[in-house]
C-alpha cells in the first residue's frame, strides 16, 4: 500500500443530500434526508472505505461528490476548487480528473459498443487530435493494463466474463489518468475467486497512478484489507471515522461495533441482507450523533457515543 499524503485532494464539507418525497396524486409532499451533514477528506494515494447497511446513503455520497448527482448543500472541493461553482465546461474539463466505477459492469457498458470503443470515447472526447492509430495503441496499452488481451477490443460486453467486463470499466475510468475514482461496490457483484484479482488490480494502479478511491463496499474483510482510513455510515450520518486499523482494532460507536461484530458472508446477497438487519437493531440515540468528536488522533466518533 502507498503512503497517504498528508494533505487531501478532495474535502468534502457539510455535504447533505434530500430527495423530494411525491405524494401519490403527483405533488411534493415532503422531503426524504438520505445524507445529513457528512463531512471528510482524501488525500492523494489514499483509499477511503465507505460501509454501512443497504439504503445507508453509500452511493448517494459517490454520486453527490462526482456531481452525477449534485448535494443539496455542503461543499464538495477537488483540489482546493469548490465543484459547485464550476461552469459546465469546467465541469466536463474536471472529469477527466474524477471518474467512477460501478457495482454492475453490464449495466455500465453500451451493449452495441465494442470493448474497444468503449475504452477509447473518453480520450476521443477529451484528446481531441490526436490520430486513430495513435488511440488504438493507447487502448490497446489499456488493455493491458488491466490485464485483458489487447486482441479482446473487438469484442462486445456479452462475449466477456463478469471479471472481465469490470476490467474493460477500469480501463475506461483509468484512460484520462484521472486522480480520483469512486468505486462503489465494484466487487459486489463477481464472484469471489475473482474479487481478490480486481481488488488487486485497484491496488497496483493506485500504486502506478498516484490515485485515490473512495471505495464503497458492503465487504468488510476487502474494505480492510484494501483502505487507509474508514467512515462508517448509518442512516445518512457518518457515526464513525478512523484508520482502518483503529477502526477494527478499537471500535467505538455501537454500531460499528455490531456491524464487526456479526460474521461475514461471502455471498453479496446475503451479505446486504445480514447488514441491513443489523442497522434494525442499532440504538435510536446514535440517530442525534452526527456531531463527531475525536477521541484520539483522526479517530471521530459521534458524540452520543463519544468518551
Ligand atoms: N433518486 C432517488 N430518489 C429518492 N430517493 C432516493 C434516490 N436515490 C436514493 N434514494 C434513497 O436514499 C437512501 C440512500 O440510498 P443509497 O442508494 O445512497 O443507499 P446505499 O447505502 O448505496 O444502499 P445499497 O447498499 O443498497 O447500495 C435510500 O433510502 C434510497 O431509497
Ligand atoms: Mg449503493
Redesign the pocket.
Known amino acids: 500500500m502507498t503512503r497517504a499524503a498528508p494533505y487531501p485532494l478532495l474535502s468534502v464539507r457539510n455535504l447533505s443530500k434530500h ?1 423530494p418525497l411525491r405524494s401519490w396524486w403527483g405533488g411534493t409532499a415532503s422531503v ?1 434526508k ?1 445524507v445529513h451533514d457528512v463531512s471528510f477528506d482524501i488525500r492523494p494515494n489514499e483509499t477511503l472505505g465507505l460501509v ?10 459517490g454520486r453527490a461528490v462526482t456531481m452525477l448527482n449534485p448535494p443539496t448543500s455542503g461543499t464538495v472541493a477537488f483540489q482546493g476548487t469548490d465543484l459547485a461553482r464550476l461552469s459546465a465546461r469546467e465541469m466536463r474539463g474536471m472529469r477527466r480528473h474524477i471518474q467512477m466505477v460501478f457495482q454492475d459492469p453490464y449495466s455500465a457498458l453500451n451493449p452495441r459498443m465494442n470493448a474497444g470503443a468503449y475504452v477509447m470515447e473518453p480520450l476521443l472526447l477529451h484528446d481531441t487530435g490526436r490520430s486513430r492509430a495513435e488511440l488504438r495503441d493507447e487502448v490497446a496499452g489499456l488493455f493491458e493494463r488491466v490485464g485483458l488481451d489487447p486482441r479482446f477490443a473487438r469484442r462486445y460486453p456479452h462475449q466477456f466474463s463478469g471479471g472481465q467486463r469490470q476490467r474493460i470499466c477500469i480501463a475506461r475510468a483509468i484512460a484520462l489518468k484521472p486522480r480520483f475514482i469512486v468505486a462503489d ?1 465494484p466487487i459486489a457483484a463477481l464472484d469471489v475467486s475473482i474479487q481478490a484479482q480486481v481488488v488487486n488490480l485497484l491496488q497496483d494502479l493506485q500504486d502506478e497512478l498516484g490515485l485515490s478511491y473512495l471505495f ?1 463496499s ?1 465487504d468488510l474483510r476487502m474494505v480492510r484489507y484494501l483502505c487507509h482510513r474508514v467512515a462508517v ?1 448509518w442512516r ?1 450520518r457518518i457515526v464513525e471515522m478512523a484508520d482502518s486499523e483503529t477502526l477494527y482494532g478499537d471500535p467505538r460507536h455501537p454500531y460499528t461495533r455490531r456491524l464487526l461484530a456479526a460474521v461475514p458472508v461471502p455471498d453479496p446477497v446475503v451479505e ?1 441482507q445480514r447488514v441491513s438487519a443489523i442497522g434494525l437493531t442499532a440504538p435510536p440515540s446514535s440517530e442525534t450523533g452526527h456531531d463527531l468528536t475525536e477521541v484520539a488522533p483522526g479517530h471521530w466518533v459521534a458524540q452520543s457515543a463519544a468518551g
Open positions: 430527495y426524504f438520505a454501512g447497511e443497504s439504503g445507508s446513503g453509500k452511493s448517494t455520497i461496490e464503497i458492503h455510515l445518512g446486504r
